[in-house]
């Protein structure tokens, strides 16, 4: 089993409408929870991170986490074709510092 | 630009040469990470300094690289006698240690070895 995991897509959806990703964790004492967009070609970019349980807003971005479940999500509102991208799940467990990232789910807006 | 910075962006080498790559991280973070990301994959952790020091070094890290942070500033990797495995994107991050360590990266290093 894989320690971060990801659907690894396409997923498509209609300009305009909400991108749902899901991100499942197996190491229970995770403790900081990031997603991070990638544009083809290009490094990862931080565009949310989340702490405890519940839900965090910034913008069109929210980040749902379940610590129970082992859980963390990302939802877009109001997808733009700008938002293509593949959208990297990462966790830090507990005590520790580095990055452990899923495979990354990409994401495809249609017009 | 006050971001991380890394040099070169790319970098083709024939198989069994050295290659060194250098980061410069975010002026005031003290920590700088090194990943490495295969095509479709999520990156993956090489090593981890604060300041100075090399705290972590994953078993990715053969002893074919080696990698300094010589003034707690900037980084360099060296992989010696490179091989077409090694041929991936680098990638530096840096992070405050006194945040939730949010890491932020730079544009990376494309490795070909031919």
Same mark, same amino acid.
């Given at each position: ?44 970019? #931080?565009?949310? &991170? ?14 749902? #986490? ?6 963390? &999500?990302?939802?877009?509102?109001? &997808?733009?074709?700008?938002? &293509? @991208? ?8 507990? @005590? ?16 | ?19 060194? /790559?250098?980061?410069? %991280? ?6 700088? *990470? ?9 990156? $993956?952790?090489?090593? *981890? /300094? ?19 942070? %010589?003034?707690?500033? /900037? ?7 490179? $091989? ?5 994107? *680098? ?8 945040? *939730?360590? $949010?890491?932020?990266?730079? %544009? ?7």
């Amino acid at each position: 089993q894989k320690e971060v995991e990801q659907n690894s897509g396409p997923l498509s959806v209609p300009e305009g409408a909400i991108a749902s990703l899901n991100c499942t964790y197996s190491d229970r004492v995770s403790q900081s929870f990031f997603w991070y967009r990638q544009y083809s070609g290009k490094s990862p970019e #931080l565009i949310m &991170s989340i702490y405890s349980n519940g839900d965090k807003e910034d913008g069109r971005f929210t980040a749902q #986490l379940n610590k129970a479940s082992q859980y963390v &999500s990302l939802l877009i509102r109001d &997808s733009q074709p700008s938002d &293509s @991208a593949t959208y990297l799940c990462a966790v830090i467990k507990a @005590a520790g510092n580095k990055l452990t990232f899923g495979g990354g789910t990409r994401v495809l807006v249609k017009p | 630009d006050t971001g991380v910075s890394q040099d070169p962006r790319h970098k083709i080498t024939k198989r069994g040469q050295n290659v060194t /790559f250098r980061c410069d %991280p975010i002026s005031e973070h003290n920590r700088l *990470y090194w990943y490495r990301q295969t095509l479709g994959q999520g990156p $993956e952790f090489l090593t *981890y /300094f604060q300041n100075e020091a090399q705290l972590e070094k994953s078993r990715l890290l053969s002893d074919r690289f080696s990698a300094e942070r %010589p003034k707690g500033s /900037f980084s360099t990797l060296e992989i010696q006698r490179t $091989e077409q495995g090694d041929s991936a994107m *680098y990638l530096c991050a840096s992070s405050l240690s006194i945040s *939730y360590n $949010e890491q932020f990266f730079g %544009p990376g290093t494309r490795l070909t070895v031919l």
